[in-house]
């Protein structure tokens, strides 16, 4: 399967990950690729003749399961290369994603398999994303973003969704990486921010921002102090 196919499969599939959503519009996946509508029309009518995806013209498209499958194992490559750089390599978190859309297309069955056991068979890559089982199944947390979550709580910060490396980098010198935990002190919905606590430092976020974090609340009984 060439690169450009495995990529295409790849950003329907995350376009609608976690999600309800059933048909993903083809500019959205232009611009995902930073192509024009134009090509993208041209590939959804290959791939549907392929048996990759089911293309609706006008309205958008969804993967077929074959399609499904081969964008969960370009998905389980992609997500254990970032792991396996951060943790092994020792990159930054926020440089990895580009390393990884390259090392993906190239990375053996043999190689990814040791790479699976050298890490411990872990479930997520180090943006808290889900890394999908050598069979394909795939979990995902159904927990609120922090934009969601009312002020007073504590919640433990356990996914980014969001791969810009700009925002990584602000997000872990703010001290906010999975695992983190983050006290929620305010939200005001006029302002469009929720102030939090990480660490003992306050800060502001957007809506925007927080809805980019994906959370699970810490109950009362297990908070510090």
Aim: glycine share 8%; charged share 25%.
């Amino acid at each position: 399967m060439s690169v450009t196919t495995e990529d295409y499969l790849k950003r329907i599939f995350i376009a609608s990950e976690g999600t309800d959503r059933t048909l993903i519009g083809l500019g959205e996946v232009a611009t995902a690729l930073g192509v024009t509508p134009g090509t993208v029309t041209t590939m959804m009518k290959s791939l549907s003749d392929a048996g990759l995806v089911d293309y609706r013209p006008r309205s958008g498209v969804v993967l077929t399961d074959a399609g499904r499958r081969e964008a969960l194992d370009v998905l389980r490559r992609h997500r254990l290369v970032e792991l396996f750089l951060v943790e092994v390599l020792k990159l930054d978190w926020a440089e990895v994603h580009e390393e990884a859309e390259v090392l993906e297309h190239a990375v053996s069955d043999r190689l990814l398999r040791r790479i699976d056991e050298l890490l411990g068979h872990p479930t997520t890559d180090p943006h808290g994303d889900p890394i999908p089982a050598a069979d394909g199944s795939i979990v995902h947390s159904d927990g609120p973003t922090l934009a969601e979550v009312p002020g007073a709580a504590t919640v433990r910060l356990v996914r980014v969704e969001h791969d810009d490396s700009g925002f990584l980098s602000f997000l872990k010198s703010a001290g906010l990486v999975p695992g983190a935990a983050v006290d929620v002190v305010a939200r005001d919905v006029d302002a469009g921010t929720v102030t939090v606590s990480v660490a003992g430092e306050r800060r502001p976020l957007s809506f925007q921002v927080a809805e980019r974090l994906r959370v699970e609340v810490v109950p009362a009984g297990r908070r510090r102090g």
